[in-house]
């Protein structure tokens, strides 16, 4: 993965095409950007928190079918929700609690989704490779959700 993938996002969510203030509309094509920028991934999707029933649910995404709901703090989503941290899990079967929606996953990684300092959910990322994740990864990405969080705080 690479950093131009910063720079191309921010040209892309620049244009009148692509700007938005509905929340779902921008996840859902910052789901699709990473879906058709970053490779090797089978899944890319928000899961975003839902206070009146106290979970992560399934927000915009691309990829087979997945879970609708996740419990609070668990699986890979929950945790890193839970700790506001990122997780890398180089193989998910060997990680307790993976909620295993697509059973091509064998690895994941995991960024909390902050808007103005408040928590608004989880940018999950599935790999069908082993390892695919690294940290070069993890911080180009978790840039990008940073941007994507400044989007929504902007509109
Ligand atoms: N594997 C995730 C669940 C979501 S699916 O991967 C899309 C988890 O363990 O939280």
């Given at each position: 993965?690479?950093?131009?993938?910063?720079?191309?996002?921010?040209a892309i969510f620049a244009d009148d095409e692509y700007r938005t203030s509905?929340?779902?509309?921008?996840?859902?094509?910052?789901?699709?950007?990473?879906?058709?920028?970053?490779?090797?991934?089978?899944?890319?999707?928000?899961?975003?928190?839902?206070?009146?029933?106290?979970?992560?649910?399934?927000?915009?995404?691309?990829?087979r079918l997945a879970c609708a709901t996740i419990a609070n703090q668990n699986?890979?989503?929950?945790?890193?929700?839970?700790?506001?941290?990122?997780?890398?899990?180089?193989?998910?079967?060997?990680?307790?609690?993976?909620?295993?929606?697509?059973?091509?996953?064998?690895?994941?990684?995991?960024?909390?989704?902050?808007?103005?300092?408040?928590?608004?959910?989880?940018?999950?990322?599935?790999?069908?490779?082993?390892?695919?994740?690294?940290?070069?990864?993890?911080?180009?990405?978790?840039?990008?959700?940073?941007?994507?969080?400044?989007?929504?705080?902007?509109?």
């Amino acid at each position: 993965m690479d950093k131009i993938l910063l720079e191309q996002f921010t040209a892309i969510f620049a244009d009148d095409e692509y700007r938005t203030s509905n929340h779902i509309s921008l996840l859902a094509n910052a789901s699709a950007f990473i879906m058709e920028l970053v490779p090797d991934l089978n899944w890319a999707g928000f899961y975003l928190w839902e206070d009146r029933t106290a979970q992560l649910e399934l927000g915009p995404f691309q990829g087979r079918l997945a879970c609708a709901t996740i419990a609070n703090q668990n699986g890979v989503c929950g945790t890193a929700f839970a700790q506001q941290k990122a997780l890398r899990v180089a193989n998910v079967h060997e990680f307790a609690g993976h909620i295993a929606c697509d059973t091509a996953t064998n690895s994941e990684m995991v960024l909390p989704l902050t808007v103005d300092g408040q928590k608004m959910g989880v940018l999950d990322l599935d790999s069908p490779k082993l390892a695919r994740f690294s940290e070069q990864d993890q911080e180009i990405l978790t840039a990008l959700t940073q941007k994507i969080g400044a989007l929504i705080s902007n509109n």
